[in-house]
Nanobody
Framework: QVQLVESGGGLVQAGDSLRLSCTTS????????VGWFRQAPGLEREFVAA????????YYSDSVKGRFTISRDNAENTVFLQMNSLKPEDTAKYYC??????????????????????WGQGTQVTVSS
C-alpha cells in the first residue's frame, strides 16, 4: 500500500497562492490515481481535485475550478495542487489520497472519499481575509 505525505500548507492572505505537494512511497506510483480532499472544522471532508494515473485526466470541484490546478510528476512520485486566488472559504486541512483506479474511470468515481485506499496526514491551509 502506498504511503503519502502532504506538505506546503500555511497561512496566507486572500488572493495569495500556495502549492501543496503530495509525496508518495512504498508503491508503484504510476498505478495510482491521486485525489485531494479538504475538511474544515465541523464540516464533512469534501473532494477538491483528482488526477488519473497518466496525468492526462484531471477533475475539479466546482468551488475550485479555474483557481486550482492538479498535476503529477511520475518520475518524482509526487502530485501537486497549485492553488491561486485563495479565499477564506478555502481554509481547511488538505489531504491527498491514492486509489488504484484504472485510467478509463469516469469523473464521478473520484468524487467519493470511499474510493481511496491510502491517505496522508494532511496539511493545514488558512486563508485570512
Amino acid at each position: 500500500q502506498v504511503q503519502l505525505v502532504e506538505s506546503g500548507g500555511g497561512l496566507v492572505q486572500a488572493g495569495d497562492s500556495l502549492r501543496l505537494s503530495c509525496t508518495t512511497s512504498g508503491g508503484t506510483f504510476s498505478r495510482y490515481a491521486v485525489g485531494w480532499f479538504r475538511q474544515a472544522p465541523g464540516l464533512e471532508r469534501e473532494f477538491v481535485a483528482a488526477v488519473s494515473r497518466s496525468g492526462f485526466r484531471r477533475y475539479y470541484s466546482d468551488s475550485v475550478k479555474g483557481r486550482f490546478t492538479i498535476s503529477r510528476d511520475n518520475a518524482e512520485n509526487t502530485v501537486f495542487l497549485q492553488m491561486n486566488s485563495l479565499k477564506p472559504e478555502d481554509t481547511a486541512k488538505y489531504y491527498c489520497a491514492a486509489t488504484p483506479a484504472l485510467e478509463g474511470y469516469g469523473s464521478t468515481f473520484y468524487y467519493s472519499s470511499l474510493r481511496y485506499d491510502s491517505w496522508g496526514q494532511g496539511t493545514q491551509v488558512t486563508v485570512s481575509s
